[in-house]
């Protein structure tokens, strides 16, 4: 015999010691695809059930807290499954990377140049401002 218990009406509460990760589900927009995945997650369940995300000060002793923390380092230990290779690290972080690189090759260029004299005498070196001006130029 099974039995059945309505628990549409009963409110679901999730305790996180992550200020950061409570602030970006709240976000109206997000570019990181875990926030998003998440944020769809909640709206699922929030669809049955009333959800409350509340902070919670981490290290304190908490029970579920602690279980929590040993389960996720449990899990940064274990072998990556999915599409190799994997970065640990968030996509702004690898363009960031890739902005500063450029930037400093092309800095390097322009001071190996043994042309441009007299522009490099204009130019000692590169402006952001100069640049989105120069842009809007017609």
């Known amino acids: 015999m099974t039995i059945f218990v309505d628990l549409t ?6 305790c996180s010691d992550s200020q950061a990760a409570i602030r970006a589900i709240h976000k109206p927009r997000t570019t990181s695809k875990l926030v998003r995945e ?12 009333p959800v409350c995300v509340t902070w919670i000060p981490g290290h304190t002793g908490k ?3 602690e279980r929590a923390d040993q389960l ?7 072998t990556f499954i999915g599409p190799e ?4 690290i968030s996509h702004t972080v690898v363009k960031t990377a890739i902005w500063d690189l450029a ?7 322009w001071q190996d140049l043994r042309t441009c ?8 070196d590169r402006s952001r401002r100069r640049e989105s ?3 809007r130029l017609p």
């Open 63 to 65: 029970q579920g807290n």
């Open 117 to 124: 004299r007299q522009t490099k005498e204009m130019i000692k």
């Open 103 to 109: 930037c400093k090759q092309h800095h390097k260029c």
């Open 72 to 78: 996720a380092r449990q899990a940064s230990g274990s």
């Open 9 to 14: 009406n009963t409110c679901v509460y999730i």
């Open 85 to 88: 290779p994997s970065l640990p």
């Open 133 to 135: 001006d120069l842009l």
């Open 38 to 49: 998440c944020m769809v997650a909640l709206d699922a369940l929030a669809a049955l059930h």
